[in-house]
């Protein structure tokens, strides 16, 4: 028994296998209209462009943002 390549496997690879550093295109960013988070994710989605072994600090430093980003912001008054 032979197993076929999955011939999109590679469709986010350059022809070395290496990741492809297109950018991500606006229509598939997500933006929450908050300045804060919206810096996390646009550092989120360059990870892309970086070694699998510098994400997990990158994640971890992106929870501390987004944790600080929460608490910053007031309780709104129930209506």
């Known amino acids: 028994m032979t197993l076929e390549p999955d011939p999109g496997a590679l469709e986010d690879h350059d022809d070395l296998g290496e990741p492809a550093s297109d950018p991500v295109p606006d ?17 989120i989605e360059q990870l892309r462009d970086r070694p699998v072994d510098e994400h997990v600090a990158a994640f971890e430093q992106a929870h501390d943002e987004l944790r600080r980003a929460l608490d ?8």
């Open 27 to 43: 229509e598939e960013r997500v933006r929450t209209g908050e300045e804060r988070v919206d810096s996390v994710v646009a550092a």
């Open 72 to 79: 910053d912001v007031p309780p709104q008054d129930p209506a």
